[in-house]
């Protein structure tokens, strides 16, 4: 549900049932006839959506994790807030950038549109940016042939599909500098072949046939993501890169959780 769209229709009929009682049917009605409930309604609610769309599309927008595939990170169920305006000033609805701030580094966790169907959104976060050879062997990720740092920190435990009850191993991985926790699950492989999409820029990466690691040249305009979860995650190693006009924004905080109340005020890293 493209709910930016919903909002703008509601802007356009609320605002233009407002203008038009202003400019026409005002005229031929005596002053001391109550407005038309019709009316009434309009000019109630326009200042209430003029707000929510403005902020929820140039400012901050809330989403909710419906998946485990940021896990520790972000858990499902938590509720997030994204950063609408750090990666760029974007035209709501067809998300077209006008305004070129800040670009997506290495680390971040970012929202988008799913490349595949942009119906969807997705949250992942950002391993490549455009140039940047990214390597996956044996679940150690390398960037432009130097390994990115993994300091162990210890298990995590929780209930997979199926209640199966997983425990993987954790790691702050360290891009940019900056350390995140993922985690991976010993024994399983870096990546499954069969899985992989014929995305765009399919080209510009190789897979081993047992599922070992793959390498991908991140190309112009794009962004190479992955889940922290990393052997429960459906990310750019099956279905491609991620185009910059896909972009929402960047992940930045938890504000509820209804089943742990611990991790309301939590910035996202």
């Known amino acids: 549900m493209n709910f930016a769209l919903i909002l703008f229709i509601a802007l356009v009929v609320t605002g233009g049932i407002w203008l038009l009682d202003v400019l026409v049917f005002r005229r031929f009605r005596d002053k001391d006839v109550r407005e038309p409930l019709l009316v009434e309604y309009a000019k109630s609610f326009f200042p209430v959506i003029l707000i929510v769309f403005g902020l929820r599309s140039f400012l901050v927008e809330p989403f909710k994790i419906p998946s485990g595939s940021m896990m520790p990170t972000l858990l499902i169920g938590d509720f997030i807030l994204v950063n609408k305006y750090t990666y760029g ?5 067809i998300n077209k ?3 070129e701030l800040n670009s997506p580094a290495r ?3 970012m929202v988008f549109r799913y490349p595949a169907d942009p119906g969807l959104d997705y949250i992942k976060r950002v391993i490549g940016v455009p140039g940047d050879l ?3 062997r044996d679940k150690k990720l390398s960037v432009n042939g130097q390994p990115v740092r993994l300091d162990n920190a210890g298990t995590y435990s ?5 209640l199966s009850y997983v425990t993987a191993m954790v790691y702050q991985e360290h891009l ?18 069969p899985q992989v999409m014929d995305f765009p820029y399919r080209e510009n990466c190789s897979y081993n046939a047992e599922g070992e690691g793959f390498a991908c040249k991140v190309p112009a305009g794009h962004y190479f993501t992955m889940g922290d979860n990393r052997d429960a995650s459906n990310d750019s190693r099956y279905w491609g890169f ?10 930045f905080f938890i504000w509820m959780n209804f089943d742990d109340f611990g991790r309301i005020g939590n910035t996202i890293r």
């Open 89 to 93: 000033i974007r035209l709501p609805v």
């Open 97 to 99: 950038k006008v305004v």
């Open 107 to 109: 680390g971040d966790v």
């Open 134 to 136: 990214i390597e996956y």
């Open 158 to 162: 929780y209930v997979g599909n199926g």
């Open 176 to 193: 940019n500098g900056v350390g995140h926790t993922m985690m991976a699950e010993p024994g399983k492989p870096s990546v499954y072949p």
């Open 242 to 251: 991620v185009p910059d006009q896909n972009i929402v924004g960047k992940a």
